[in-house]
């Protein structure tokens, strides 16, 4: 299970505006637009091939609250670098 203090230890990316607990990894706005707040390998570079049944969980919370004062439209997904499947959460 991916954890907050094992994505610490193993994302290749982790944006500077977060705070973890042991049970919760909150990101507060990035410095950039469009900054990648996380990136972390689910499995090794070339271990999947196209057909390859995977089910990935991923368990986000938005604070409703700052869209209505900024701009704030998350992205949510998977990429193996060249390929994206995900969403957009936009504002009201």
Known sequence: MMTPSWLETNAANISSQTSTTSDQMTFNAGLNRF????????????????????TVKITVAND???????????????????????FQTVDR
Do not use: C, H, Q
């Open 35 to 54: 900054e990648r707040l996380l990136r972390v390998t689910l499995v090794a570079p070339g271990v999947l091939v196209d057909g390859t049944p995977l």
């Open 64 to 86: 409703v609250s700052i869209g209505k004062t900024i701009d704030s439209d998350p992205n949510y997904g998977l990429s193996d670098g060249t390929n994206f499947i995900g």
